[in-house]
């Protein structure tokens, strides 16, 4: 995540545990049944830090390299979902996104989302080659 999406949060984090807390949130993801109560904990300072602001700000493919907050797929989701709304259905940038949200951890709770972009593109391809 670029420093500009995170301006003004600096007092949160602290670079030499990085690594660290990865890993602790990590294991508490792929832990028996410990994403939901993470998931809470992952709302609660999404909400308290605006993060999902933040990230409405942020580029798409920035997104795409991080996974650690539920609401960054939130947000993904809610980018390309708008743009087939409106027909622009970008079959590459598409797939790309759900090969990609296929292995982060929160997946499991996702799934939905990210197969129906995944059949939205071969719908369209469909019917674009028999127009």
Not at 9 to 25: G, P, R
Not at 77 to 84: E, H, P, V
């Amino acid at each position: 995540m670029p420093a500009s999406a995170l301006r003004r949060l600096e007092w949160f984090i602290s670079d030499s545990n990085k690594a660290y807390c990865y890993q602790i949130v990590d294991e508490w993801q792929r832990g028996e049944g410990g994403d939901y109560e993470l998931m809470k904990v992952c709302h609660h300072v999404e909400r308290e830090l605006l993060l999902a602001e933040r990230f409405d700000k942020t580029e798409k493919g920035v997104l795409l390299k991080s996974g650690t907050f539920p609401a960054i797929n939130e947000n993904i989701f809610k980018r390309f979902f708008a743009d087939i709304s409106m027909n622009v259905i970008k079959v590459d940038d598409i797939t790309v996104a759900v090969e990609n949200r296929r292995t982060v951890a929160w997946y499991d709770l996702t799934e939905d989302y990210i197969e129906s972009l995944y059949f939205i593109t071969h719908m369209h391809e469909f019917v674009t080659v028999h127009r």
